[in-house]
Nanobody
Framework: VQLQASGGGLVQAGGSLRLSCAAS???????????MGWYRQTPGKQRELVAN???????NYADSVKGRFTISRDNAKRMVFLRMNYLKPEDTAVYYC???????????????WGKGTQVTVSS
């Protein structure tokens, strides 16, 4: 499975951005995905969960983004989205798209990861 993210950029505090991520691969691999979501990482810190959503559409958010970010997915298009409103400078990070996959993939590599996309929020 390959995950291709897009939509990062530079925005002023209080602004909005929308991240998109498309999954591609064999139908068998794609069908193994239940949860898709977004993580972020800043230099010197561990990668942290921002939000994820399961195949039924049930979302889960980090406390720091609740009320500001909205995650959604389109299963038919194999895509997940992150709408980020009221952005703060502390949201500045590299954002990574993630999908779980079969247990063997989760155990070996923590699931599938896309290349990061930079989000920079200026004060």
């Amino acid at each position: 499975v390959q995950l291709q993210a897009s939509g990062g950029g530079l925005v002023q505090a209080g602004g909005s951005l929308r991240l998109s991520c498309a999954a591609s691969g064999s139908s068998g691999s794609i069908s193994s995905i239940n949860v898709m979501g977004w993580y972020r990482q800043t230099p010197g810190k561990q990668r942290e969960l921002v939000a994820n959503i399961d195949i039924a559409g049930v979302p889960n958010y980090a406390d720091s983004v609740k009320g500001r970010f909205t995650i959604s997915r389109d299963n038919a298009k194999r895509m997940v989205f992150l709408r980020m409103n009221y952005l703060k400078p502390e949201d500045t990070a590299v954002y990574y798209c993630h999908a779980d996959g079969p247990p063997s993939i989760v155990v070996d590599q923590g699931g599938y990861w896309g290349k990061g996309t930079q989000v920079t929020v200026s004060s």
